[in-house]
């Protein structure tokens, strides 16, 4: 970025490569267009409004979301075809999403329970609608989904419900069960969409016709959309990429397109420095059960291998040096890759998007929607 | 809280429970007006305007920031004395500091380095005016501040600079040195004060004439006051507590102002249920340098010491049972108190205020503010 343009933000704050953001759209729509894979981003990782309208315009078969509220804010982009992937639970967010369901095309929700689905089928009952439902399937991560062992007698059940019409199935496994350093992500993408496959293929055997095998997110999405295993993937991060995807992917920084900008406020001994930005600019998680020690600090200098983010408070950011010297100046503005960017985006209110040497500002209009 | 109010709730959320946070807020003020020392609350708790309201009509001596754009919040709710305990660096935050100085009847400014100080007094004397500091003293906690070997050196330098007047002496230390399930607070909070107190006469015996002697976070800050050795405290997090101050305090639930609502989404084994909020709702940072699970998960359930949420994806929560079986149901509304409260409410864009039978919103005006 143009030195004139790095004088003038206040730190800290998050800027957006906007050349680097068109081309990973591009590069995954180009591959799940190759492949006759259906993409499905997951908006979860950027949270705005001119992004989305970016992934339609590449030919994204339409949006993932964690949240009805989520989904609420893309419709405003022009969003009409929107999947909640996560199981939804609650009176107050059935009631949302009959409202978001009058306002879109195609609307997918998820279910992994009798104990989810029957609230949601009475409810499509009641207001005399269906729900289209994909069930939630755990292939190893030991969070929401149904477990292999009780899929099929679920599925039985599900598609037995008035309210419900199960299309599909779908899991989130990533690389979350394996040590980047050894992985094989081609093959981590197979034995993913190996096992789907094969259930989806069990569940229409029980005459379950399921239309939608949705699986894959960064780490794996490109490689399993050439398997042709599955019929949609749903990467979020891709749009920028961050230091945890550098390290499962082994990709290289070129391809993040994301940066914290923080200024270097204290240098009070050689080994350390503090910067402006503490656990409200970066976020704590990682991998999931990984302590973050797993990777090198919750965020990285691009180029500079001696320093990393080792500790934090909330306003405090505290660079480290491994040869003991942080070579760093107070005032000095440190440019960041965070470790897992999705959480730093849902920090900020706005951020700044980056194009053809100008800086300018986007909403971050998603950000906090949690319900 | 009435079961009618909580089943209008839609999860994840905070409540704030206004009976107690009044308890909290004059229970401190108290200490502090008896012992003759003045509370000065850190407002990047809660960053609420009503509640900064609430501090001031009970006597707080003004108020303290961590970043200059929480003080231009914290204006709108009428403060006119705010210390913002943050070496301020960066031309960008100056000329905003610049800007807030002449709305306050008070404004205090931190310096810990030549490197923050002098482009500070080249500033105020530029715009034809004077900036009041505080030089921060690290007292162990490894962050920002001058280190004792430094800061008579510093003060005399800085004393010399014509566009600051430097009138005290501030730090951060907290417990953060101890281990709270040992620690003798009263004994961790003379240590702080006579270290301070020390310092604070060897300036003053170099001809330095330090007024403010300011200390004391929640876990000493009581203490502290009513040793006479400091004349300030800066306590945030008492005015709702937390889990983590429940721990570092010995104090029970009762004192706990601030819960999360979440509901249980998927039970897919016995001995873990998911709830619908994870990093996005629950912070991941405690004790800085601690391991989280030094502490019993990143919240516990009230009441009920088999359940804590022990391991988070963005949206996902995940409750274990110590006893493997956390008896919990699909649909189920759970009541939690967080780790650490402060950057919980950071992750709000509202929250709920309990009071007299009522439910109402309040905006987190300052959420988000990082310059």
Redesign the interface.
């Known amino acids: 970025m143009e030195k004139e343009l790095l004088a003038k933000?206040?730190?800290?704050?998050v800027v957006i490569d906007m050349a680097q953001v068109k081309k990973n759209i591009a590069d995954m729509q180009a591959i799940a267009d190759a492949s006759g894979c259906a993409l499905r981003p997951h908006i979860?990782t950027h949270k705005m409004l001119s992004l989305a309208k970016l992934q339609m315009a590449a030919g994204c078969k339409g949006f993932t979301c964690?949240?009805v509220s989520e989904a609420e804010v893309m419709i405003e982009a022009g969003c009409d075809d929107i999947f909640i992937a996560?199981?939804l639970?609650?009176e107050?967010?059935i009631r949302r999403a009959l409202e978001v369901q009058k306002k879109l095309k195609r609307f997918i929700l998820a279910v992994?329970?009798m104990?989810?689905a029957k609230?949601l089928s009475d409810a499509a009952v009641a207001a005399g609608t269906v729900f289209e439902v994909r069930m939630e399937i755990?292939t190893g991560l030991?969070?929401?989904?149904?477990?292999r062992d009780k899929y099929l007698q679920l599925a039985k059940e599900i598609a037995a419900l008035p309210g419900l019409n199960m299309t599909g199935i779908y899991t989130f496994r990533g690389l979350v069960l394996h040590d980047e350093a050894t992985t094989d992500n081609a093959a981590a993408a197979k034995e993913e969409g190996e096992l789907m496959a094969a259930m989806a293929n069990e569940l229409r055997a029980a005459g379950i016709p399921i239309v939608d095998v949705s699986a894959g997110s960064t780490p794996t999405g490109a490689l399993l959309a050439q398997t042709g295993l599955v019929t949609e993937v749903r990467p979020g991060t891709y749009i920028f990429n961050d230091y945890m995807i550098m390290k499962e992917n082994n990709i290289g920084l070129e391809n993040v397109a994301a940066r914290v900008y923080a200024?270097?406020?204290?240098?009070?001994?050689e080994g350390?420095a503090?910067i402006?930005?503490g656990?409200?600019?970066f976020?704590?998680?990682g991998k999931?059960?990984q302590?973050p020690y797993y990777f090198h600090g919750y965020a990285v200098v691009p180029g500079d291998d001696n320093l990393c983010l080792q500790?934090?408070?909330?306003?405090?950011g505290?660079i480290t040096a491994r040869n003991g010297h942080t070579g760093l100046?107070?005032?000095q503005l440190l440019e960041l890759v965070p470790l897992h960017v999705?959480?730093t985006i849902?920090?900020?209110?706005e951020v700044w998007l980056y194009e053809d040497g100008t800086l300018r500002k986007e909403k971050v209009a998603a950000?906090?929607c949690?319900?």
Chains 1, 2 share one sequence.
């Open positions: 933000l206040e730190t800290p704050c979860k964690a949240k996560y199981p639970v609650g107050f967010r992994d329970s104990e989810s609230p755990d030991k969070r929401t989904g149904v477990t200024t270097v406020v204290s240098t009070p001994e350390y503090v402006d930005g656990v409200k600019t976020p704590m998680d999931l059960d302590p500790r934090m408070n909330e306003e405090h505290m100046k107070v005032g999705c959480p849902n920090l900020q209110n950000r906090g949690l319900v």
